[in-house]
């Protein structure tokens, strides 16, 4: 089974700075994806970045961009240039390769960006 | 591309009614949809895996006959909370699994229905 584990219950931002939210997963799988989704107080989930495991690079998105440590099961997040509208719950998700698989997420990070 | 809809945003019934949500992939086809629950500032917990032309798969602890799951199309599914009780309160998301948008094998999400059981 997999586990994704998000440590920190809340953090804060100044606006135009930059964040780096934190995020550790734990699989035996070889070949799977990791998410970031965004969830606004609208509670509409919005994907923000994915990253495949076989990739070295980092997938970046814009003012999005992670660090993928496979080796260390560590995928963060960096939102650079914070803006109001950042302003959200952040999940980290795992996802084994194939059709139609489950998604396993982080219990979440509130994220707040202060004026 | 990729978008979910789901109807209604927002429901408020009797406790002992039944209500019925529907989860729309609009512009794309999804073989597979799922379909969460959420309590305010959790993480979100996957009820059941829902699949076009066969019977859904139901998480551990979740009870299949009071959460009706139908999976009628490619491109609809429905979860129908029977019998609703004021502790099915919560909201309901659901999820649809899509091979074709960009980027692929990604679940794309619904805006969710908020239920409240008086």
Same mark, same amino acid.
């Given at each position: 089974?997999?586990?994704?584990?998000?440590?920190?219950?809340?953090?804060?931002?100044?606006?135009?700075?930059?964040?780096?939210?934190?995020?550790?997963? @734990?699989?035996?799988?070889?070949?799977?994806?990791?998410?970031? %989704?965004?969830?606004?107080?609208?509670?509409?989930?919005?994907?923000?970045?994915?990253?495949?495991? %076989?990739?070295?690079?980092?997938?970046?998105?814009?003012?999005?961009?992670?660090?993928?440590?496979?080796?260390?099961?560590? /995928?963060?997040?960096?939102?650079? @240039?914070?803006?109001? +509208? @950042?302003?959200?719950? %952040?999940?980290?998700? /795992?996802?084994?390769?194939?059709?139609?698989?489950?998604?396993? /997420? +982080?219990? +979440?990070?509130?994220?707040?960006?202060?004026? | 591309?990729?978008?979910?809809?789901?109807? *209604?945003? #927002?429901?408020?019934?009797?406790?002992?009614? &039944?209500?019925?949500?529907?989860?729309? &992939? $609009?512009?794309?086809?999804?073989?597979? =949809?799922? #379909?969460?629950?959420?309590? *305010?500032?959790?993480?979100? =917990?996957? =009820?059941?895996?829902?699949?076009?032309?066969?019977?859904?798969?139901?998480?551990?602890?979740?009870?299949?006959?009071?959460?009706?799951?139908?999976?009628?199309?490619?491109? $609809?599914?429905?979860?129908?909370?029977?019998?609703?009780?004021?502790?099915?309160?919560?909201?309901?998301?659901?999820?649809?699994?899509?091979?074709?948008?960009? *980027? #692929?094998?990604?679940?794309?999400?619904?805006?969710?229905?908020?239920?409240?059981?008086?």
């Amino acid at each position: 089974a997999q586990t994704v584990t998000q440590s920190q219950p809340e953090m804060s931002v100044q606006e135009a700075e930059t964040v780096t939210l934190s995020c550790t997963y @734990d699989t035996s799988e070889s070949n799977y994806y990791l998410f970031w %989704y965004k969830q606004p107080p609208s509670r509409q989930m919005i994907l923000v970045i994915r990253q495949e495991a %076989y990739k070295q690079q980092n997938a970046t998105e814009n003012r999005f961009s992670v660090n993928f440590q496979k080796a260390a099961k560590s /995928f963060s997040l960096k939102i650079s @240039d914070s803006q109001l +509208g @950042d302003t959200a719950m %952040y999940f980290c998700a /795992f996802m084994k390769a194939g059709a139609n698989s489950k998604l396993t /997420f +982080g219990k +979440g990070i509130t994220l707040s960006v202060r004026p | 591309g990729a978008v979910v809809s789901q109807h *209604p945003s #927002w429901v408020i019934c009797k406790s002992g009614t &039944s209500v019925k949500i529907e989860c729309r &992939s $609009l512009d794309f086809q999804a073989t597979t =949809m799922f #379909w969460y629950r959420q309590f *305010p500032k959790q993480s979100l =917990m996957l =009820m059941a895996t829902s699949n076009e032309g066969s019977k859904a798969t139901y998480e551990q602890g979740v009870e299949k006959d009071k959460f009706l799951i139908n999976h009628a199309s490619l491109t $609809l599914s429905t979860l129908t909370v029977t019998s609703a009780h004021p502790e099915d309160s919560s909201f309901y998301i659901c999820s649809a699994f899509g091979l074709a948008g960009d *980027p #692929w094998e990604t679940q794309y999400f619904g805006p969710g229905t908020r239920l409240l059981v008086l």
